[in-house]
């Protein structure tokens, strides 16, 4: 299966889960009412850390691991046993310190369901790892997206069983049962892929060199693309209890949580896009040649993502009233769920940034963001929901948000071109436009359609055409933006050279004179590049983590990523099995893949009798 046929189906598997995600809760909500949704929602961010480690970060992070390392014994023992390590901690401090856990949430009754919640922690190791081995290899990928489609369908399946079929005495006992029903879309999930059988047949038999960063690329892929639910967890510690502090009743304050709540599902559903965009984009900037072209994928990157966050959020900020009643029955919390849709431009951008910061080696200043954000939502979550309620909770996340969004542009600023500037010039102005319409024609709409507007069949036809003319207006505001945005660097195409003060023809000129200088003299080449280029190692990224990790020697001495290449050099390649020498013979740019092997001669080859454990 190709790359591309690889990204379009997990996308819609992606979208299929945030579908179900958000789709179920309305129906619990209908039925159970906002408290009932508060008892509920209080505990599902450890859910969906469970969902977001486990279906994402930690596949994502075995499946590079074990390509680097040639699924060796060593690697996949390395893993397993960080996955139990952390599987078996979480369960602990779930399963005993849950009292505790719901103690500090304000609400002890919360407790039996905390302690449900660890068994998945306890069930992830053995799903996880085979997930991993499904997305290492292009042809097995899918299935690894069919199995947590698997564990979604059947965890909707099983909630809408225990909301139709089972009357529990109250709200707690109904969110209990809830999540003991989850095991079962988990323990499908595992039948699933033990049948399908993951190939991880050892291609290498070298022992680890030396510990590689499994838990510290863990962390940095899920704070950047879990800062959703970092924030709903903080909620859930901080919101309730701000709200008693305040004066507010109890059941009062649970129903105004729950109210809170139903602003979670909406964004993470408005925000399915962000995986398949990053899935797309770092693999191309694997390949870029050089800084215009990096310019050039992240200007396309950023480009796709706010196309569709901002128009998204401005369209869900207008028509929240409409959705909300046709959703949860009611337009209650209306004023706080405008506020929180501003999350979607701002979670787009930060898991956009976050993964190509890391592809820059800026991975302390993700750290740095994300500290800063996560603080200040600590630091103003209370007083903001003590002062102004649910909406002040509301406003300590977008502040936040925004927080981590601009430290992450600023670390990549140097990346914003003129070109990329004016684009996002185009959206904002489309969008713009988008909202000025969408205030002005409904109005003059509503007398033609004759509904009732305090139905909820009403507010769904309200809520249809809206969404219609949004996207028309904006559609066509934003062809026309960007027309215009083309003839103006057309009229002036020096503007997005940075220091442009030389005519572009002389700066080309003066730059191929350089390079005809450089080429007759002896052409070198990085080695994490020339191992790619002559397709000893498939992907860069790969060739520089294992160049880096001693495994490769230029001229009988261990080399790194960044060591020049000539023509005569010998390299020294420790395979699993065996040992391979080659001599360059040639160092080209680039080459197809059948002339790649023209770019050394083989000098020896040497097979290993006993395998190095």
């Not at 996560?374 to 003590?386: A, D, G, N, P, Q």
Request: aromatic content about 12%; proline content about 4%; some cysteine.
């Amino acid at each position: 299966m190709s790359f591309k046929k690889n990204t379009v189906g997990l996308t819609l598997l992606a979208l299929l889960g945030k579908v179900l995600s958000m789709a179920y809760k309305i129906p619990y909500q209908n039925m159970i009412g906002d408290i009932g949704l508060y008892v509920f929602q209080q505990i599902y961010p450890i859910f969906a850390i469970y969902m977001l480690l486990h279906s994402f970060v930690f596949p994502a992070v075995i499946a590079n691991f074990l390509n680097e390392e040639r699924y060796s014994p060593g690697a996949k023992a390395y893993i397993k046993k960080r996955l139990w390590i952390f599987g078996l901690a979480a369960f602990a401090m779930l399963f005993l310190g849950n009292y505790a856990i719901a103690l500090f949430m304000g609400d002890v009754r919360l407790a039996p369901i905390i302690r449900v919640t660890s068994f998945f922690f306890l069930l992830g190791p053995s799903v996880t790892y085979m997930r991993g081995v499904f997305q290492s290899r292009p042809e097995t990928m899918k299935y690894f997206g069919y199995s947590v489609a698997i564990e979604h369908v059947f965890r909707v399946a099983a909630l809408l069983g225990v909301l139709f079929f089972i009357k529990p005495a109250d709200d707690y006992q109904m969110a209990y049962y809830a999540y003991l029903s989850f095991l079962l879309g988990t323990v499908t999930s595992y039948i699933y892929l033990s049948l399908a059988r993951p190939n991880d047949e050892s291609q290498s038999f070298l022992s680890l060199k030396k510990k590689p960063p499994f838990i510290r690329r863990s962390m940095y892929l899920f704070i950047s693309a879990g800062i959703l639910i970092i924030f709903a967890l903080t909620d859930s510690f901080l919101v309730f209890n701000a709200l008693l502090q305040s004066g507010v009743e109890p059941t009062r304050a649970m129903q105004l949580k729950g109210i809170f709540e139903r602003g979670f599902p909406i964004v993470q559903a408005s925000t399915f896009f962000v995986t398949a965009i990053v899935t797309a984009t770092l693999p191309q900037l694997d390949t870029a040649e050089n800084e215009r072209q990096r310019k050039t994928i992240f200007g396309s990157a950023i480009f796709f993502t706010l196309a569709l966050a901002i128009p998204a959020s401005v369209g869900l900020f207008v028509t929240m009233g409409s959705l909300n009643s046709v959703m949860f029955m009611n337009d209650l919390g209306s004023t706080t769920l405008r506020i929180l849709t501003m999350q979607v431009v701002l979670y787009g951008t930060i898991v956009l940034t976050s993964a190509i910061m890391q592809k820059e080696e800026k991975e302390s200043l993700i750290l740095t963001s994300v500290l800063v954000g996560i603080f200040s939502k600590l630091v103003l979550t209370t007083t903001l929901t003590y002062t102004f309620g649910i909406s002040g909770a509301a406003i300590s996340s977008v502040i936040s948000l925004g927080i981590i969004c601009l430290i992450n542009i600023w670390a990549l600023r140097q990346m914003f071109t003129v070109k990329i500037v004016l684009s996002i010039f185009s959206i904002l102005m489309s969008s713009g436009m988008m909202l000025i319409g969408l205030y002005f024609l409904t109005p003059q709409i509503m007398p033609f359609l004759n509904i009732d507007l305090d139905a909820r069949v009403g507010n769904l036809v309200i809520l249809i055409v809206q969404v219609v003319i949004g996207i028309v207006i904006y559609a066509i505001s934003l062809s026309i933006f960007i027309l215009i945005s083309k003839l103006l660097m057309s009229s002036n195409p020096t503007q997005d050279e940075p220091n442009s003060s030389e005519p572009a023809e002389p700066k080309r000129r003066k730059k191929d004179s350089r390079r005809a200088v450089a080429n007759r003299g002896e052409k070198k080449m990085r080695l994490d590049k020339y191992l790619k280029v002559s397709r000893l190692v498939k992907r860069r990224q790969v060739a520089k983590e294992v160049s880096d990790a001693g495994k490769i020697e230029v001229n009988d001495k261990i080399a790194k990523s960044s060591t020049p290449i000539k023509i005569g050099d010998v390299l020294t390649l420790h395979y699993a099995s065996r040992t391979f020498i080659v001599r360059v013979t040639s160092v080209v740019d680039s080459t197809k893949k059948q002339d790649a092997a023209m770019m050394y001669e083989i000098v020896s080859e040497h097979r290993k009798e006993k395998p190095e454990l």
